[in-house]
């Protein structure tokens, strides 16, 4: 048990709809990043928050966005659906932003399907 | 930008015998280097990690090394089970904080 949980765990969205995702942290894991895992792939980075604001972002489109808040929870938009959106998102969290040695929690993550 | 190579991206290997995953990173600057390991459909799971200030971890079957100077890192699982079937990912921490998976290895232990 992680600490970190995801909801919903399964979803399906048609092309072009807006989709939100959640995560719950651990109190006082100030710092979670989404990935967003594709089928047979590794996670890929989407971006992190520390302290309810955006302090790191991989390569996606601004469609991609996020809230942190001062709950210790989090959520992951994404607008203008597309096909290729469908993969697992996973959110992790951990105690501080210089993790250099803080263990990342994983939460089970949400199975995103865009038909 | 900063990556982390991972390899190899499949390995089989008899049970009982070792089964070793190596990852090259870039950022000289990171520190903090874990490993998971993810099983079908599950989330990822932390099962060794090592800081830059050691050069070798170990727990139980499982170890990690890693050389600064190369700048790589590899897990070493020793008298390999079915249970141990899964894919390993090595990740390191960038200087901008950002964690960088490697590629996976997916480990497969014949019985």
């Known amino acids: 048990e992680t600490g970190v949980t995801q909801s919903p765990t399964h979803l399906i969205k048609t092309r072009g709809q807006q989709v939100t995702l959640r995560c719950s942290s651990q109190s006082g894991h100030n710092t979670v990043s989404w990935y967003q895992q594709a089928l047979g792939q590794g996670p890929q980075f989407i971006f992190q928050y520390y302290r309810e604001e955006e302090n790191g972002r991989g390569n996606f489109p601004p469609r991609f966005s996020g809230l942190q808040f001062p709950n210790y929870s989090s959520e992951l938009n994404v607008n203008a659906l597309e096909l290729d959106d469908s993969a697992l998102y996973l959110c992790?969290?951990?105690?501080?932003?210089?993790?250099?040695?803080?263990?990342?929690?994983f939460g089970e993550g949400s199975w995103l399907t865009v038909v | 930008g900063e990556n982390v190579e991972q390899h190899p991206s499949t390995l089989s290997v008899q049970e009982g015998d070792s089964a070793v995953i190596k990852c090259t990173y870039s950022?000289?600057?990171?520190?903090?280097f874990p490993w998971y390991k993810q099983e079908l459909g599950k989330r990822p799971q932390l099962i060794i990690d090592?800081?830059?200030?050691?050069g070798e971890k170990k727990d139980q079957r499982i170890a990690v090394t890693l050389n600064k100077t190369a700048k790589h890192f590899s897990l070493h699982i020793t008298e390999t089970q079915p249970e141990d079937s899964a894919v390993y990912f090595c990740l390191m921490m960038d200087s901008s904080y950002k964690l960088i998976f490697g590629s996976g290895t997916r480990l497969l232990v014949r019985p």
């Open positions: 992790a969290s951990n105690p501080l932003l210089r993790g250099s040695g803080n263990t990342i929690y």
């Open positions: 090592i800081r830059s200030n050691v």
């Open positions: 950022d000289s600057a990171s520190n903090y």
